[in-house]
């Protein structure tokens, strides 16, 4: 078990360029999510998949961002256009199980966006 | 899901047990209750959950009381690796995993 990695860990991007994080989860892992982590604040949820299904997203998630998880492994974030407020850390989540409600989230350590 | 409540900080000495608690008296009865702490810098840390009975792991024990309004993290051992933001949240099928402002816990020497 290697955990979920996430890649980069650091990103610097100016105000209306375009970035992508990759999202690699426990192998055997059939559920992937992402969520946003502003300073201070709590993680706040972005979308979901399970398998390769997109099944939901959050009234937070506006056009410019999307995910995809292609073949249900790994699973990228990409926000178009970036602006100053994106900056954040993005933390992508995976678990296994049939039944939610009743599953262990593992975190990777995230990836820090600052927008100049 | 249940709205919870908790304190935004709490102090431990080292080597003693920590109490956490939480209130969560809107929770339902398919709702399991969950508990992630947060080390500065890194991702959320599942510690363990349950959903009427007691829990406990090489972690953490979880007291849940009867009516399940309210629940306590117990951390027997606290050393100064147990600093960190405490999350306590509800969670049934069909929903995220919704975190709150959680419980600054500081483990003095």
Redesign the interface.
């Known amino acids: 078990d290697t955990g979920v990695s996430q890649n980069p860990r650091h990103k610097i991007t100016k105000r209306g360029q375009n970035v992508t994080f990759r999202c690699d989860p426990i192998s055997e892992h059939n559920r992937l999510y992402w969520y946003r982590q502003t300073l201070g604040q709590g993680p706040e949820f972005l979308t979901y998949f399970q398998n390769e299904a997109q099944l939901e997203k959050s009234r937070l998630l506006s056009d410019r961002f999307s995910a995809e998880r292609p073949k249900g492994s790994f699973s990228t974030l990409e926000i178009q256009r970036t602006e100053q407020g994106d900056s954040a850390m993005y933390l992508c989540a995976s678990s296994w199980g049939s039944s939610r409600g009743n599953e262990k989230l593992f975190f990777g350590s995230g990836t820090q966006l600052s927008v100049l | 899901d249940a709205k919870t409540t908790q304190p935004p900080s709490m102090d431990c000495a080292e080597g003693r047990a920590a109490n956490l608690p939480c209130n969560h008296s809107t929770i339902s009865g398919?709702?399991?209750v969950y508990w992630?702490r947060q080390i500065h810098?890194?991702?959320?840390?599942?510690i363990i959950?349950g959903?009427k009975n007691n829990e406990t792991n090489e972690m953490a024990s979880l007291i849940i009381t009867e009516d399940r309004k309210s629940s306590t993290l117990i951390l027997p051992h606290a050393t100064l690796r147990d600093t960190a933001?405490y999350?306590c949240m509800g969670?049934?099928?069909?929903?995220?995993?919704?975190?709150?402002?959680?419980t600054r816990l500081m483990v003095k020497p």
């Open positions: 398919n709702e399991y992630y810098s890194q991702g959320p840390q599942y959950h959903l933001v999350y969670l049934s099928a069909g929903n995220m995993l919704t975190f709150g402002g959680g």
